[in-house]
């Protein structure tokens, strides 16, 4: 299994070839359990202008698994906020925080395209799809 993040989503839709899109392309073609969460979902659809485009993006996201959001999703990233802030580093996007959660609940790696979750990885039990390693 693996959580796609907003950013690589983006990149996918738009035609960007980075390590990430082709490291989701693979993963879809090898049939990798590809997940997305509501957080995701909505960051992908809020985006869209075109409502043909946004009906399509939409039909195509509900092939993926869906993870469900619980409340020890949403404590978490409150905890996995403050506790950075603590230490001094700030996360840009708390919402990526929310993102972390989930991919630890579930226990699965995340695929991102964003610096901020390089943080969450040094000071979480997050997972992440390193190319720098």
Known sequence: ???????????????????????????????????????????????????????????????????????SVYLRAAEIYRSLRAKGITIRKPIDCIIASVAIEYNIP???NDRDFERLEKYTELMVINFEK
Not at 12 to 26: L, M, Q, S, V
Request: hydrophobic share 45%; with cysteine.
């Open 1 to 71: 299994m693996l959580l796609v993040d907003t950013t690589v989503w983006i990149d996918f839709f738009n035609a960007h070839d980075t390590k990430h899109t082709f490291y989701f392309e693979n993963a879809v073609k090898t049939n990798v359990d590809i997940c997305i969460c509501g957080v995701i979902l909505a960051e992908i659809l809020q985006g869209i202008r075109d409502q043909g485009q946004f009906d399509t993006t939409k039909q195509y996201l509900e092939n993926f698994i869906y993870l469900e959001m619980y409340y």
């Open 110 to 112: 995340l695929l991102h």
